[in-house]
């Protein structure tokens, strides 16, 4: 469970509830006719927006968000060194059994190319192949929230121009028109906190995962080809620490060191 996503969605809510109960009433920001507009409205055009198998993905993409399981560039580091000596001492052939453990389709992958004897560079294209292409799926993912949290204000100006034509419908009677004004502005209220509490803040989440991930993967691929090519391990070492942040460096010397490494 991703803590920082779950914490900041609340701390979003409670922060404007709050705000509200110190200068009014929380029922006066409850219409259901505003949310089924904004709300029915960004549903609507975003699905008109993409093909239906992208939309109906959209709970899984979600899942992404709220759970997640992180893969540290210095573990993977680890593994691949781990993979280098072992390619160092039995040959390029004894990594296929240690293949079958992985859990890693893309590592797995990667290293049955390998002792295939798939040429370097066609090994590299196949990977970054799939590189670019699992960029875009998350892509896809990222932009059904951008495209929801640019939906939701719009919906919420056109909840409030509804409000407006209904109060300028009772400018003869001054008492019904603080109401409609009042109910005018909710939908826009709506709309704001749509996307800027929820969508666009899930959609840039989903933007440093992708990221995250990418890197590991091409770490992955640049580990791979070293490798294959019988670099000495410890320049595979260092040319994949330039990959990450000098505070992951330190970080992993330190877990090489309390492993007796």
Do not use: C, W
Not at 150 to 170: D, Q, S, V
């Amino acid at each position: 469970m991703d803590i920082s996503t779950v914490l900041g969605l609340l701390l979003g809510v409670v922060f404007i509830i709050g705000g509200i109960l110190t200068s009014g009433q929380i029922d006066s920001y409850v219409h259901i006719p505003s949310i089924i507009i904004v709300l029915g409205g960004t549903i609507a055009s975003t699905l008109a927006s993409f093909p239906l198998k992208n939309f109906l993905n959209t709970s899984k993409v979600i899942k992404k968000a709220f759970v997640y399981k992180e893969i540290l560039p210095d573990e993977v580091i680890g593994e691949i060194i781990n993979l280098a000596n072992i390619a160092r001492k039995e040959g390029l052939l004894a990594l296929e059994e240690y293949a079958e453990e992985l859990q890693d389709d893309f590592l797995q992958k990667g290293i049955m190319l390998i002792v295939d004897g798939t040429d370097p560079e066609l090994v590299r294209n196949i990977l970054e192949t799939e590189l670019i292409f699992l960029e875009e799926r998350h892509m896809d993912g990222q932009s059904i929230f951008e495209t929801m949290g640019t939906y939701a204000p719009a919906f919420g100006m056109i909840g409030t121009l509804i409000g407006l034509i209904n109060m300028l419908k009772h400018l003869d009677d001054p008492s019904m028109i603080g109401p409609n004004m009042s109910v005018a502005l909710v939908t826009t209220f709506y709309g704001s906190i749509l996307a800027n509490v929820v969508f666009l803040p899930l959609a840039r989440k989903l933007k440093i995962r992708s990221k995250s991930e990418v890197l590991v993967k091409e770490l992955i691929v640049e580990g791979l080809l070293s490798i294959q090519a019988g670099e000495n391990p410890r320049i595979i070492e260092e040319k994949l620490k330039t990959f990450i942040p000098p505070e992951l460096r330190k970080n992993y010397r330190e877990h090489l060191e309390r492993e007796g490494v």
